[in-house]
């Protein structure tokens, strides 16, 4: 978004000269050459693939036409046996696919286009329809070639490559839970907040589901506030959460031959990693913080992109207040970032169960201990807390209904020794000798 939930540019997956038609964990990389992705699918056989640049949105029509071979052709780039029918996901496969993610991110450094992957997905959602698939939004749909052919999704064939070997190795989960998953892994492991997911989304089952052309946002239209608001006051978001989505900017880079914009180099993307190149917004454009608040707001370097919709930020009044504070406030920023991302992530999907499914980060590891929260001012007590301390105590046979039983005898013979002590202490400095002064 940028906002534009379209830059053809935020892939931070490098190309190679591999041959490969399929793609693996490892750092391997995808190949530059006619892909598809498997011999028997009915793939994008033709779509040449652009790897690794990487921008979260930009893009704007009027600066680039990218030629996308079978425009209008209803081939989808996955083997056509693992879409045949909508499928909600397993719980289990999920925790398993979210730590096979988090390798593909170490080995890849493919955080950016991740993120555009889920973004793009449910971008597409339009709170004026009420059916489903009609009304867009988080789906699957952006796997099937009619919508990646959309120009606000040029480049996003490299992020279906590099996901689709976590996809057939967990046949449980939907496209449209795989896209969401892999967006909010990328901003945690990049050091992002943790994003308040839930899965179950169902997949569209063909191409014939795919929303039309022009849902997604431009990045240089020419009144870019307005724009933004008519792009995202469709889906049912706020001026709050169109400042903090944009915040995402902080991760990827621009490149000029595949979005028209940026600059081909710069000195923060000159050596990567992976694919050399393009123009990133932030210095550290791997790692997520507030920096691209603080970056605009300052104005202090030519070589950080600022977009048309990044300005607009910073001018209009509604969204200046938003971004000062998130320039000033990283907390505040996280807080409403990951709000509003897990609100994209849900725009109209359609759930199995309807509740959802919440998957977690692993079983409890017990209380972390932080002095502040137990040191300043009256706090109350944790459950889990009030538990330990209430084990400790049962565990030298206390009990919470009355106190430690009395042990007399014991007492008396402390109460003894200690006489005995100070009888002999005293005794013996009576008797001393002090003719030494």
């Known amino acids: 978004m940028a906002l534009s939930l379209s830059a053809a540019s935020h892939s931070l997956c490098s190309s190679s000269s591999s041959s490969s038609t399929r793609v693996s964990l490892s750092p391997a990389t995808v190949s530059s050459s006619l892909v598809a992705f498997s011999p028997s699918s ?22 680039v036409q990218r030629k996308h071979p079978n425009r209008g052709s209803s081939n989808t ?13 397993d719980a289990a496969q999920l925790r398993s696919a979210k730590e096979d993610i988090k390798v ?27 059916e489903w698939p009609q009304r867009g939004g988080a789906n699957g749909s952006l796997r099937f070639e009619p919508e990646l052919n959309h120009a606000a999704n040029a480049g996003l064939i490299n992020a279906l490559k590099i996901i689709q070997p976590i996809k057939d190795k967990y046949a449980n989960i939907s496209y449209a839970d795989l896209f969401q998953l892999a967006s909010a892994t990328a901003v945690e492991e990049a050091g992002g907040p943790e994003i308040p997911m839930k899965y179950g989304r169902i ?13 997604l946002p431009d990045a240089g239209p ?42 081909p180099e710069t000195k923060y993307t000159k050596t990567g990693p992976e694919e050399p190149g393009g123009q990133s917004w932030t210095v550290k454009w791997l790692k997520f913080d507030n920096s691209y608040f603080k970056d605009i707001k300052e104005k202090r370097d030519e070589d950080l992109l600022v977009l048309p919709t990044d300005a607009a930020l910073f001018e209009d009044p509604s969204f200046k207040n938003y971004a000062e504070k998130y320039a000033e406030d990283p907390a505040a920023f996280f807080k409403d970032y990951a ?3 897990a609100k994209l992530s849900n725009l109209g999907a359609k759930f199995d169960p309807p509740e959802g499914i919440i998957i977690d980060n692993g079983p409890a590891q017990g209380e972390k201990f932080v002095a502040a929260k137990y040191s300043t001012q009256k706090k109350e007590l ?38 005995v002590l100070l009888f002999t202490f005293f005794g013996n400095n009576n008797s001393s000798d002090y003719s030494g002064f």
């Open 42 to 63: 009915h793939s994008l056989s033709s779509l040449r693939s652009s790897v690794a640049s990487s921008s979260l949105f930009p893009h704007s029509s009027s600066l």
């Open 222 to 263: 020419p009144s870019p506030a307005e724009h933004l608001r008519d792009v995202f006051y469709r889906m049912g978001l706020n001026d709050k959460e169109i400042v903090a989505l944009s915040g995402a900017h902080t991760l990827g880079r621009s490149r000029p031959e595949r979005s028209g914009w940026g600059k």
């Open 104 to 130: 593909l991110l170490r080995t890849k450094f493919c955080h950016p286009i991740l993120v555009r992957l889920g973004w793009h997905d449910a971008g597409t959602y339009n709170k004026n329809i009420e």
């Open 339 to 341: 709000e509003a991302h």
């Open 77 to 89: 780039v996955v083997s056509p046996t693992t879409c045949a029918a909508a499928a909600a996901s």
């Open 382 to 419: 944790s459950d889990s807390m009030k538990k330990k301390i209430r084990a400790e105590y049962e565990a030298i046979g206390g009990s919470p209904d009355k106190p430690l039983p009395t042990n007399y005898f014991l007492n008396i013979i402390i109460a003894i020794s200690v006489l």
């Open 203 to 215: 997949d569209v089952s063909a191409p014939e589901q795919c929303p039309e052309e022009g849902r």
